[in-house]
């Protein structure tokens, strides 16, 4: 399994190697309380060793319910905003082939993958619908509270059309809500529809959560290998658990923007 490295030569051009490893003894500090959860922010840090420890059943469920969207659908349409949509943007973008959506049905992996939810254009919803006639579609709605202005505005149209499409039974089955696990607007009409339903959890921020279902399902929908992924970031949690500058890209990458950003950089 190959390892992601961090090219800083250029910008030694900036700052010199002796500053970086000069910021060792904060980056120690700043380590143990990321571990430790000592810091600001340590009610959302479940994302650090989210690849080890994970839902095992709700992980199956999603790579049950991405067969079945890329079995029955020509179409699939992540609906969200921010970190709720942009995961799995790029890895849907970074891990199929850079023109997906225009390769010709055998050779794609699965369904055209379409995002909406992230503005409030009704150009471009008008223009989304546009290229759905014919086509069978399924859609993934996130929000954690599904109250969220311009994902509840695209929803609220696409799951309209859906149930214009297809009546609201198997509308229904052709709909999958990300949400919280016990309360919010979405979860509750998730429950009252009949929408299968995925978990954001409360311990991991939006832009954290692309490991969580909030880009697992699109990912997989889209056929990507899933469990490669969760194998590649357990790996790699381990590989980024120490805390030496000199072995660990993530806080030489940090370090370098910090120096930077202080010589206004």
């Not at 810091?39 to 709700?58: M, Q, R």
């Not at 695209?154 to 016990?182: C, H, P, Q």
């Not at 009949?194 to 969580?212: H, M, N, Q």
């Not at 370090?255 to 930077?260: E, K, Y």
Request: charged share 25%; glycine share 10%.
């Amino acid at each position: 399994m190959g390892k992601i490295t961090f090219d800083y030569s250029k910008a030694l051009g900036f700052v010199d190697r002796q500053q970086i490893l000069d910021m060792q003894e904060r980056v120690s500090q700043c380590h143990d309380m990321l571990h430790k959860g000592t810091g600001s922010g340590s009610d959302y840090l479940g994302w650090v060793d989210l690849p080890n420890n994970y839902d095992a059943e709700e992980f199956e469920r999603i790579k049950a319910a991405a067969e079945k969207i890329r079995n029955q659908s020509d179409v699939f349409i992540v609906i969200g905003i921010g970190g709720s949509y942009l995961g799995a943007r790029a890895a849907v973008g970074m891990l199929n082939h850079s023109f997906y959506n225009e390769l010709p049905k055998d050779k794609r992996n699965g369904p055209r993958v379409y995002f909406a939810g992230y503005n409030i254009s009704s150009t471009y919803l008008k223009n989304l619908l546009d290229i759905l006639d014919g086509q069978d579609i399924s859609i993934n709605v996130i929000s954690k509270s599904g109250t969220t202005m311009e994902t509840t505005l695209a929803f609220t149209v696409l799951r309209g059309y859906m149930e214009n499409k297809y009546g609201k039974d198997e509308a229904a089955r052709r709909i999958y809500a990300t949400t919280d696990k016990s309360k919010g607007a979405l979860k509750e009409l998730a429950d009252r529809e009949g929408y299968e339903t995925f978990v954001v959890p409360d311990d991991i921020a939006g832009r954290y959560s692309v490991l969580t279902p909030v880009g697992l399902l699109p990912m997989a929908a889209a056929g990507i290998d899933i469990d490669e992924v969760m194998r590649g970031a357990g790996a790699a949690t381990v590989d980024l658990a120490v805390e030496d500058i000199e072995h660990n890209p993530c806080y030489q990458y940090a370090v370098i923007r910090n120096l930077l950003y202080s010589k206004g950089k």
